[in-house]
């Protein structure tokens, strides 16, 4: 089923409506035009006007496939499981029939009765929900009465007719105890959050969800809440909730614990799931994964060009993306080209970070900043914006370092080719092994083609101009040095983690091209460096100990602690010098060797770890294997072969398709 054009567009708050309430508190609305089979009229049963005011005030003009299909099932009392493609509209799709549950009893809820959940894997996701629910309820009058009360410290009063009180429960931001008296003052009966903290306030006696009210859960991105390990939660906020309920689980993929979930938690589910599909040459029908409006894309390059072909790709687009996601593997990563970005890429981009070490109101307060940027705009980021979120107006997707998990590809590229606006999303792989991941994602229905146009060609000249430009910043400001090391060593053992081991190994990797695309002085001590003969120095004749901190306390700190340093050294190596004899001198040169002998078995315990590491990654698997079905099983091997295959040939040429990108509407 192709996609729809409108795809994604749910999520996106729409603006204030300017046209009149009528005076039973709905709002005049355009004309939808003739009832067609796909327009939100042709449902049965009909929605409420008040919805189509809100569908229609916000340019929806026709229900997407996913959301058509769960309006016509999950209004109905029958669970769902719905896998769509990313951007496909899921949202809408399951606060709408929410929404009408909710609405259709003759009585409201009593007070602190909870009639629904939604659980949201983020933060960021779940204030997206929220915030699109109020722009929904904000058509239904004897609701948007009542959200005024939200804002203030007054108590809820009674209603006699039902009506939408969301809350919002994220952790972090907020304390347990204060969402809890948000909960008594206000007496929602929608409750939208992460796991934690909705599992925090359940648990409180004032909060209820008995049968004889709770109406409906729903779990977006059902395979991501158990993939960052919310199973516990989850099972706790299950054991609140009553057996009778309406389940929605909703996600771009559903994995074999989904799958696990299924079975126990809904009764009788009706599975929608919605497809794209393409035709190639030859009237070949291939199925993808992502919109039509997305173009992805790979380039070839090595590590220490990747930055400025980045560079290249942002001054060359046209038009100029506004929007730009950026793609790392790890937190530290992103903290540190996040630091030393600024002044490198083209003027009149403004760079923003979001990774999951920010504290969370510096998380907010960035991911608003882009969201609401008015000027060309760029998020580095980690997978904790892979998933689930729809930025407005994504034009550029490029990941720097490919995903440690392939499913995340798809995600990642999904943040751009939004609501039927054209995309690119682009994967900078390095030469040699790496390029096998375009043959995996060929086996895993993923097709991308080589990056033609716009033409990305990095001299080695640019790429060392654009590395020294890093390297001057953190000779002038050790944090930026300690930074820079870090970094590059948590970048080392998330490579080491990936799922394709056989594609990526850090065997294979040219050290001193990393150390320039990372713009290090210095690389740092690793066990995986041992026994390699690669130069740390990387001939640059930097002394690394005479970088200062730019903060002069920091520095001045730094010096004293030196000083001490260098007189206890001179004090153990020049025994003899100051008259203790040549037995202090032996002791001095048996207590460096046993020092030296401490480090050596320091190195030797760091590759044990990495051993153990591979022995469970290896054990996880083999369990993963046993609770395959022999259909999971032979998919398995075919995959390994074909891994295998690419490993050894890694000869493979890709076929651009026909369709370039041709810049963004």
Known sequence: MAEDSQAG???HAPPPPSTPKRQDGARNTKDFGQKGPRSWEALTPSLAQWILDYLSSSGFEHPTPVQKSCLEIFRGNKDVVVEAVTGSGKTLAFLIPVVEKLLRDTEPAKRHHVQAIIISPTRELAGQIYNVLLSLIKFHAPSEELLSFA???EKRPATTTPVIIPQLLVGGTTKAAVDLSHFLRLSPNILIGTPGRLAELLASPYVKAPASSFEVLIMDEADRLLDLGFSNELTRILGYLPKQRRTGLFSASLSDAVEKLITVGLLYPHKITVRVRSIKD?????????????QMSYLITPTSHKLPALCQLLEKLDPRPQRSIIFFSTCFAVKYFSRVLHGLLPPGFSINSLHGKLEPQVRERNFER???????AILLTTDIAARGLDIPQVDLVVQHDPPTDTKVFIHRCGRAGRAGRRGLAVIMLQPGREEGYIQLLEVRQTPIAP???PAIEVSDAEAEKFSAGIRAQAQVDREVFQLAQRAFVSWARSYIEHQASSIFRIADLDWLDLARGWGLVELPKMPELKRLDVDRSLGLGID???IPFKDKAREDKRQVELEVWKKEKAARSGMQSIGLGPEGAEAAAERKRKKNDAWSAKHEQEDTKVARREKKRRKKEAVRYNEMTEKEKEEFKKLNEMIEQVRKTNETLVEPEDDEFEGFD
């Open 370 to 376: 882009f969201v609401s940027a008015t000027s060309p």
């Open 9 to 11: 567009r749910d999520k």
């Open 151 to 153: 804002k203030s410290d």
């Open 451 to 453: 990056l033609l146009k």
């Open 282 to 294: 030859g009237g070949i029908i291939q199925e993808r994964k992502t919109p039509m409006s997305l």
């Open 544 to 546: 690394t100990e005479l």
